[in-house]
């Protein structure tokens, strides 16, 4: 069974549309969630970081972890072609000293 | 702001060659990592490092991988016999370690290697 499991598109969606990128996990070990960006060829840049339940937002972001279900989302408001790039989720346990990557989610936002 | 640097940007190689990734990490910070991602795969951790030595590895961190912090800012990967598999993106992070302090980790912007 796989750590970390993210679909990985593509989705492409039209320039203000609201975007949901979505990851489910399997260990119950894992406290810390972040999300990442990643443009072509180039390092993830961290867009998102939380280690509860809940929300957090971070202006046309928004964070959503549901530990009861092993699912955590990434919401985008206000989609804007700039925002084209792949999304990767990544999880560690307490100490952060291993993260667990997704596959991914490729997203074009189409002006 | 920040950031983690890594040299060089792109590396080329034979296959049986010696290579060294090197990687510049945000200062002071304690703990420091290298992932790597062959083209369309996943980001997969290889290495993590504190206090000068390994503090964890995965399977892919075989005999043929070592890791050293030559001086104070330096961090460095080592291939000794490239084979044609290790051909991916190098991707080293850095984390704090420091109470109070945002935790998690920051990554550079890679260094592909091409081995022939």
């Known amino acids: 069974q796989k750590e970390v499991e993210q679909d990985p598109g593509p989705l492409s969606v039209p320039e203000g549309a609201i975007v949901s990128l979505n990851c489910t996990y399997s260990n119950s070990a894992f406290q810390y969630f972040m999300w990442y960006r990643q443009y072509s060829r180039k390092g993830p840049e961290l867009l998102m970081y939380t280690y509860s339940s809940g929300n957090k937002e971070d202006g046309r972001f928004t964070a959503q972890v549901d530990k009861s279900s092993k699912y955590i989302s990434l919401f985008i408001r206000d989609s804007q072609p700039s925002d084209s790039a792949t999304y990767l989720c990544a999880m560690s346990a307490w100490d952060f000293n291993k993260f667990y990557f997704g596959s991914g989610t490729k997203l074009n936002v189409k002006p | ?116």
């Not at chain 2, 060294?20 to 990592?33: D, Q």
């Open chain 2, 1 to 116: 702001e920040p950031e983690v640097t890594q040299t060089p940007s792109h590396q080329v190689t034979q296959m049986g060659q010696e290579v060294i990734l090197r990687c510049v990490p945000i200062s002071n910070h304690l703990y420091f990592y290298w992932y790597r991602q062959i083209l369309g795969q996943k980001v997969e951790f290889l290495v993590s490092f504190y206090n000068n030595e390994i503090s964890e590895k995965s399977e892919i961190f075989d005999d043929q991988f070592s890791v050293e912090r030559p001086d104070g800012s330096n961090f460095t990967l080592k291939i000794r016999s490239t084979k044609l598999e290790d051909s991916a993106m190098y991707f080293c992070a850095s984390r704090s370690g420091v109470a109070g302090v945002l935790e998690t980790q920051y990554f550079g912007p890679g260094t592909r290697l091409l081995v022939l």
